[in-house]
């Protein structure tokens, strides 16, 4: 699908005044904003233990789900969070509606406008489509109203990006000190792309690439990636390991000789964790392809932290959407 | 009343002690005290120790319940809140060091009520310098202190846990 053409020179996350305006990408999120989303989510996750799971913050607020592309997870955390803010939470399943009939993109937000809308949660399948809704917002005068990026193509997932940072940090503290790994489909994967950038601007000590060369983007040299085709080599001694999903859906051509022959080199087994730290920590974005990239032993394992990665989403979209409604 | 400088301001540590006098006749043996970020925080833990009270003081930051929040957004530090107790049907005293116009307290009952439902909430603070906008009252109160316009008391705290006043500019408006 082409990508949309977007301005790299102009942020349109931040606003005049420097603070978070849109959340878009963790690719120029400066370190205070990222270390303020974090800190934020922190007091949020004591929310979700309370006898009411809720708080007055976005009281009266109207929170838009906007899927272009099925996510269920994604979306019900999303939801989760909105309402925990005490937020009006509506989900549009535009892949099923009005896109189906013919709206385009921008004409759809009009009318979302019209409704009153306080923020777009948007994920979409082209690449730069939650840019082009901010731009839009920004050209039609409703920059009161907030977009989150919940996935955009090959783009960003940055709200997945930033839960894997609080992730990290909550286990392993200073960055500074971490080598971690991510392992698998690298090129078609946003989360890895959300991950390497916010992995760089907390100043991680070495950050790892693991995967074969046909699943390999080339962005990864500028952002000083250590690359390695061999998984005993590259998960040596490390402190975090990410497991990439590996996207059946997006395969388009032979990138690979076989699901079997991909489990075998780079599906993370218990023996190749052995190699790792003995404290190292294993986290998956989720839906997990058991026997495929990851052995069910180390998934279900003392090691993997993946269903506590979904409870930390949940508080950090909290901070994500508070911090914005009051920006 | 003459202008509060560094050398009038009156010693935290007697009013702390005076307050804990106040408060003593009228604790219970599930009394627990709930301390508001950051200075309330340190007024309850330190009551706490002069009181002989046995429940773990609770903390809480009361960021997400403000009513300034859509002219001010979420304050740049905002800590979790920890209630280590059961609050359902316990009598709870909400520990300030200043009370002003009240607002902070509305928030702070508003919050300890999604924990459960008190028994009964009584305030306590060191500091009331008037002005309110909420019918509230404290309960227990050491010092009525008058403030020039933007002129601000603040609570500080040594390394040692020592409590002092000092005063401090308020520029927000």
């Given at each position: 699908?082409?990508?949309?053409?977007?301005?790299?020179?102009?942020?349109?996350?931040?606003?005049?005044?420097?603070?978070?305006?849109?959340l878009?990408?963790?690719?120029?999120?400066?370190?205070?904003?990222?270390?303020?989303?974090?800190?934020?989510?922190?007091?949020f996750?004591?929310?979700?233990?309370?006898d009411v799971?809720?708080?007055?913050?976005?009281?009266?607020?109207?929170?838009?789900?906007?899927?272009?592309?099925?996510?269920?997870?994604?979306?019900?955390?999303?939801?989760?969070?909105?309402?925990?803010?005490?937020?009006?939470?509506?989900n549009?399943?535009?892949?099923r509606?009005?896109?189906?009939?013919g709206?385009?993109?921008?004409?759809t937000?009009?009318?979302?406008?019209?409704?009153h809308?306080d923020m777009?949660?948007?994920?979409?399948?082209?690449s730069?489509?939650?840019?082009l809704?901010?731009?839009?917002?920004?050209?039609i005068?409703?920059?009161?109203?907030?977009?989150?990026?919940?996935?955009?193509?090959?783009h960003?997932?940055?709200t997945?990006?930033?839960?894997?940072?609080?992730?990290i940090?909550?286990?392993?503290k200073?960055?500074?000190?971490?080598?971690?790994?991510?392992?698998?489909?690298i090129?078609?994967?946003?989360v890895?792309?959300?991950?390497?950038?916010?992995?760089?601007?907390l100043?991680?000590?070495?950050?790892r690439?693991?995967?074969?060369?046909?699943?390999?983007p080339?962005?990864?040299?500028?952002?000083?990636v250590?690359?390695?085709h061999?998984m005993n080599?590259?998960?040596?001694?490390?402190?975090v390991?990410?497991?990439?999903?590996?996207?059946n859906?997006?395969m388009?051509?032979?990138?690979l000789?076989?699901?079997?022959?991909?489990?075998?080199r780079?599906g993370?087994?218990?023996?190749?964790?052995?190699?790792?730290?003995?404290?190292?920590?294993?986290?998956?974005?989720?839906p997990?392809?058991?026997?495929?990239?990851?052995?069910?032993s180390?998934?279900d394992?003392?090691?993997?932290?993946?269903?506590?990665?979904?409870?930390f989403?949940?508080?950090?979209?909290?901070?994500?959407?508070?911090?914005?409604?009051?920006? | 009343?003459?202008?509060?400088?560094?050398?009038?301001?009156?010693?935290?540590?007697?009013?702390?002690?005076?307050?804990a006098?106040?408060?003593?006749?009228?604790?219970?043996?599930?009394?627990a005290?709930?301390?508001?970020?950051?200075?309330?925080?340190?007024?309850?833990?330190?009551l706490?120790?002069?009181?002989?009270i046995?429940?773990?003081?609770?903390?809480?930051?009361?960021?997400?319940?403000?009513?300034?929040?859509a002219?001010?957004?979420?304050?740049?530090?905002?800590?979790?809140?920890?209630?280590p107790?059961e609050?359902?049907?316990?009598?709870?005293?909400?520990?300030?060091?200043?009370?002003?116009?009240?607002?902070?307290?509305?928030?702070a009952?508003?919050?300890?009520?999604?924990?459960?439902?008190?028994?009964?909430?009584e305030?306590?603070?060191?500091a009331?310098?008037?002005?309110?906008?909420?019918?509230?009252e404290?309960?227990?109160?050491v010092?009525?202190?008058?403030l020039?316009?933007?002129e601000?008391?603040?609570l500080?705290?040594e390394e040692?846990?020592?409590?002092?006043w000092?005063?401090?500019r308020?520029?927000?408006?």
């Open positions: 699908m082409a990508e949309l053409s977007v301005n790299a020179h102009m942020n349109p996350q931040l606003g005049a005044n420097g603070k978070l305006q849109h878009l990408s963790t690719e120029g999120l400066p370190l205070e904003v990222i270390t303020h989303i974090l800190d934020t989510a922190q007091s996750l004591e929310v979700s233990d309370r799971k809720k708080v007055p913050l976005l009281r009266g607020k109207s929170v838009f789900n906007l899927f272009f592309e099925n996510s269920t997870r994604t979306r019900t955390t999303f939801e989760i969070a909105a309402k925990r803010l005490s937020a009006d939470v509506i549009l399943d535009v892949s509606s009005s896109t189906a009939k709206e385009t993109l921008l004409d937000i009009d009318n979302l406008c019209a409704m809308a777009f949660v948007v994920r979409h399948a082209t730069g489509a939650p840019f809704i901010a731009e839009h917002l920004q050209r005068g409703r920059d009161d109203i907030r977009v989150v990026n919940a996935g955009d193509g090959r960003a997932h940055p997945q990006g930033l839960l894997d940072m609080y992730t940090r909550h286990y392993k200073d960055f500074s000190q971490l080598t971690v790994a991510i392992v698998g489909d090129l078609h994967s946003r890895a792309r959300s991950d390497l950038h916010a992995l760089k601007t100043g991680c000590g070495e950050i690439a693991i995967a074969p060369k046909t699943l390999l080339g962005y990864l040299e500028n952002l000083g250590k690359v390695f061999d080599e590259g998960l040596k001694d490390c402190d390991v990410i497991m990439l999903r590996l996207q859906e997006r388009n051509g032979a990138l000789p076989s699901v079997g022959e991909y489990f075998k780079y993370l087994t218990p023996e190749k964790l052995a190699l790792a730290k003995p404290d190292a920590i294993v986290m998956h974005p989720g997990m392809n058991r026997g495929v990239e990851i052995d069910s180390v998934a394992g003392p090691q993997a932290v993946i269903l506590n990665q979904v409870t989403g949940i508080a950090v979209r909290m901070a994500v959407m508070g911090i914005l409604a009051g920006n | 009343m003459p202008d509060l400088t560094f050398d009038t301001l009156p010693d935290a540590e007697q009013q702390l002690a005076t307050l006098e106040q408060l003593r006749p009228h604790l219970t043996p599930d009394t005290l709930v301390g508001i970020y950051s200075g309330g925080a340190w007024v309850a833990e330190r706490k120790d002069i009181l002989g046995s429940e773990a003081v609770g903390q809480i930051d009361v960021s997400f319940y403000r009513d300034d929040f002219e001010k957004g979420l304050h740049p530090q905002v800590r979790p809140s920890n209630i107790f609050v359902e049907g316990r009598p709870l005293i909400l520990v300030d060091d200043v009370l002003y116009t009240g607002r902070t307290t509305r928030a009952i508003n919050e300890l009520f999604d924990y459960g439902r008190p028994a009964r909430v305030l306590a603070v060191l009331d310098r008037g002005e309110r906008e909420l019918p509230i404290p309960g227990y109160c010092w009525e202190v008058d020039g316009e933007g601000e008391l603040i500080g705290r040692s846990g020592r409590l002092f000092k005063m401090g308020n520029d927000r408006g």
